[in-house]
């Protein structure tokens, strides 16, 4: 395969990883190529195993044809980007746990909250206060450091919007010690100055990792009297 032609599949892969679920259409207008460019190369992707479609996502219709695919990727797909040392690291938190137990997990998982404050704090300071801007911010360190993450919108409200990571460096050692993720949450928790709420992980089995971050509140209606009806009231009281 030609180099140019190798890197643009890693591209394509990339893309997936990092804003999946996603349709061939959407990777072909971001990548600038045709559709059916991008085509040859999924199904090249999913030959080898690194992604694939994803099941009961929600049909986008392409007109009268047939509804579009939405691809995620897989286990093997993300093992590219995985850190050299999982394994290692892995057993490491084990032999920790037999030796000192459940308690020395939590104070690493702890510790390693600190951590995550203490490496992104100066970023999200610089961005300002409002909470929209710091998450993204945050996407971006953490892009820089392997997450591929980004920040959706949800809704049509703009109340939350959702930092989504599509990759996860630790995924393995996460599997199997969940702290980790929780100290993860809480660490973006502090760092975004707002309470979060982590929907989905990749250590749990999901395509990304789903953190619910809350940019702005509702508007409550006011449940007071209208002035009519103050009007009304005093009326009332004078005549008694």
Known sequence: MAVEEESTRQSVLDLIIEKG????AVLAKILRLTTAAVRRHITALEEDGLIEHLEGSQPVRRGRGRPARHYVATDKGHQGRSEEYSDLATKALNYM???AGEEAIENFAAARSRDIERRYAPVIRAAGTDPRSRA????????ADGYAATVREVGTGGFAVQLCQGHCPVQDVAGEFPQLCEAETQA?????DVHVQRLATLAGGEHVCTTSVPVALPTPRRRGRTKSQGISRMNEEGQK
Request: aromatic letters at 4%; a positive charge.
């Open 97 to 99: 746990k037999h030796i």
């Open 136 to 143: 993204l911010a945050l996407a971006d360190a953490l892009t």
């Open 21 to 24: 679920p996603v349709t061939a």
């Open 188 to 192: 973006f928790s502090r760092l975004l």
